[in-house]
């Protein structure tokens, strides 16, 4: 029984030893107001789409053994929201206990568990009366995705509640998949993966080998071009090199981000540290060469894949919020194994720059696609109606395809759980959100920490010690890389940085460790192979993005030009920085042997933060802005 309040990821062995949200709280701030909004509007708002589009009866009429034809709604993989969403549901519960939550979460466990087959497959999409047969469609089916989904759900459910009810359900699917697709069974993978990552979290939970194996025989199986070649390509699948050949991630982007995160489970559970060094320079890859200032991934809206190396235009930025929630969970995964801070940049950049960005402020809409450069003027969509188009466009109520709303939400949720970590006799503060932290050292001495700051929009955070019972021990603060003249002190002496922040001390209670980060404006330059935005500039501010927006009858933002030989300014009317803005030549041929540019007049830019954009009507928005 884990006792530490429930964490999504608990690898039997780890550098960093991680928090469960009982021992680490967000008690305010940025993302606390995000978590109550998830709380009193998104569950409720997915549940209700879920049931009025009849992907939560679908389970219903499946146990009525009448799912087939017209009557099974929705997309093939809809099983998967309502689990995402009960998962979401779980972790909240967690965090903050709610009746009405608990009987909602009993409720679908019952619907889900009335569909199972005796056998334990569990898919509404295929094996009823006048569907499909099971696993005739490996490509695109996604029932063993689903199943994926589910054993998540089940996990975060035993481990938030001890409740075990859906765990049965899972524990019955997941030995149903190792019989049917064991060393005897079927050979063959999954078009989607996710089932790796659910099965080796559901063989930490239940300890049982089995399921492991069956992820490990998964991952073996892959790259070897055995689902039926398509137009996208076996990358799309990650089905065209094995994965230990592979040097970069590809192909469709969450699929493979969800593939490295289970392929680093098995290989931290299996000791394998080949395979391990193999996945965190696949994926330190992907940073250097694939992804956005944003930490959004994908870069291909036809097949929601990764561009080649520096492919990131940012008028085609995908970054799908489901990329940015898988990036997450690898980088976590990554820093749990390998105790390296940098991994927490990665986590804090995607979620105040993707995460953050996808949910409206109604906590009722969301981005699908995470673009950096909106061109014509976002418009408002009705929000009793579903968007048949995902791959771009406004904040919705609802896509035809909504896998990313649960997404966020259950990432959200469950954010207390990557804010810190214990390494042997250090306690470790990877984000910075105002909150409670009480645990123990590797060797059982219980410590505690509460922290106050007002991150992002200020960089100051106060660490004060809560719990110590003698003896040294170490405090240890992530400094982000771009933090360059960040300082700290402790109980008001100055304190070295090396890199990050370790203090080394005997604590007593009241001991306060202040750390100053630098977040104002600073300018930030792309590699210049990333032709796309070349001689263009970005504005970040601490972890934050920036961008211009602009209304549809108001400035042109293609005219500016950015100055760059006078820093970014803050100030009270928030951040600016000085431009000219280019008359636009007249349209026509848009070539010229000579194209000296218009006349010029000097304006004063103001730029927010990129997850604020799109939030008050139409606008034209842009990340990377030309440099005068
Ligand atoms: O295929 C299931 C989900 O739908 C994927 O993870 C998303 O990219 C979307 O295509
Ligand atoms: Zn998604």
């Not at 097949?303 to 976590?332: H, I, K, N, Q």
């Not at 792309?526 to 400035?555: F, M, Q, T």
Request: hydrophobic residues 40%.
């Amino acid at each position: 029984m884990d006792l530490t309040g429930g964490r999504p990821v608990v690898p039997s062995r780890s550098a960093v030893r991680p928090l469960g949200l009982g021992e680490s709280r967000i008690t305010g701030g940025f993302w606390a107001d995000r978590q109550r909004l998830i709380g009193t509007a998104t569950l409720d708002h997915g549940r209700q789409w879920m049931d009025k589009l009849g992907w939560t009866g679908n389970f219903v009429r499946a146990a009525q053994g009448a799912a087939g034809g017209v009557d099974r709604r929705g997309r093939e993989f809809s099983d998967s929201e309502v689990y995402k969403l009960v998962e979401a549901m779980s972790w909240e519960s967690g965090r903050l206990p709610s009746a009405d939550r608990e009987r909602e979460i009993v409720e679908l466990t019952g619907m889900v568990a009335a569909a199972q087959a005796g056998d334990g497959y569990l898919h509404t999409a295929f094996g009823g009366p006048g569907q499909a047969a099971r696993y005739s469609d490996l490509s695109w089916g996604h029932e063993l995705y689903c199943v994926g989904h589910l054993l998540q759900a089940a996990v975060a459910r035993t481990r938030t509640s001890g409740d075990t009810d859906l765990l049965g359900v899972a524990r019955r699917a997941a030995d149903h998949v190792c019989a049917a697709f064991g060393p005897d069974g079927l050979a063959a993978v999954c078009g989607h993966p996710e089932i790796e990552v659910g099965l080796a979290e559901l063989a930490r939970l239940t300890g049982e080998q089995r399921y492991l194996d069956q992820a490990a025989l998964f991952l073996r199986r892959r790259g070897h071009r055995t689902l039926p070649p398509h137009q996208f390509g076996s990358s799309y699948f990650s089905d065209d090199q094995p994965i230990r050949e592979a040097s970069v991630l590809r192909g469709h982007a969450v699929r493979a981000l969800y593939l490295t995160a289970g392929a680093i489970d098995v290989a931290v559970e299996t000791g394998d540290d080949e395979l391990l060094g193999i996945l965190a320079a696949q994926f330190d890859r992907t940073l250097a060469t694939r992804t956005y200032l944003t930490g959004g991934m994908g870069s291909r809206h036809t097949d929601e894949a990764f561009g080649d190396d520096f492919v990131l235009p940012a008028d085609r930025s995908y970054a799908e919020t489901c990329a940015g929630v898988a990036a997450t969970m690898v980088a976590w995964r990554l820093l749990l194994a390998t105790g390296d801070p940098r991994y927490a940049d990665t986590i804090e950049r995607i979620i105040y720059n993707v995460v953050a960005t996808s949910l409206g402020d109604d906590g009722r809409s969301f981005f699908y696609a995470n673009t950096l450069h909106q061109r014509t003027p976002t418009f408002a969509v009705p929000d009793d109606e579903e968007q048949l188009g995902f791959g771009g466009g406004p904040r919705a109520a609802w896509f035809e395809v909504s896998c990313c709303l649960a997404n966020l939400s259950r990432l959200t949720a469950s954010l207390g759980a990557y804010v810190a970590g214990v390494v042997d006799d250090s306690l470790w503060l990877y984000q910075y959100a105002p909150g409670e932290i009480r645990t123990t050292l590797h060797d059982g001495r219980a410590v505690g920490v509460d922290v106050a700051t007002a991150y992002p929009d200020d960089g100051t955070i106060v660490v004060t010690v809560t719990e110590a019972d003698g003896g040294p021990w170490t405090l240890a603060v992530r400094v982000p890389e771009w933090a360059k003249g960040a300082t700290a002190t402790l109980n008001g002496e100055p304190l070295a940085l090396d890199g990050h922040l370790r203090a080394r001390h005997t604590f007593r209670k009241g001991d306060e460790i202040r750390l100053h980060l630098p977040v104002g404006p600073r300018f930030t330059f792309p590699d210049p192979r990333i032709d796309a935005v070349r001689d263009c500039v970005a504005v970040e501010a601490g972890p934050l993005v920036l961008c211009a927006e602009a209304d549809p009858d108001g400035l042109d933002l293609d005219t500016v030009r950015v100055r760059t030989d006078r820093g970014p300014a803050a100030g009270d009317g928030g951040v600016h920085v000085a431009a000219e803005i280019e008359d636009p030549a007249p349209d026509g041929w848009p070539y010229a042997t000579d194209r000296p540019g218009g006349p010029r007049s000097a304006a004063d830019l103001p730029l927010l933060p990129y997850h604020r954009w799109g939030r008050r009507g139409p606008v034209t928005m842009r990340v990377w802005l030309p440099r005068a």
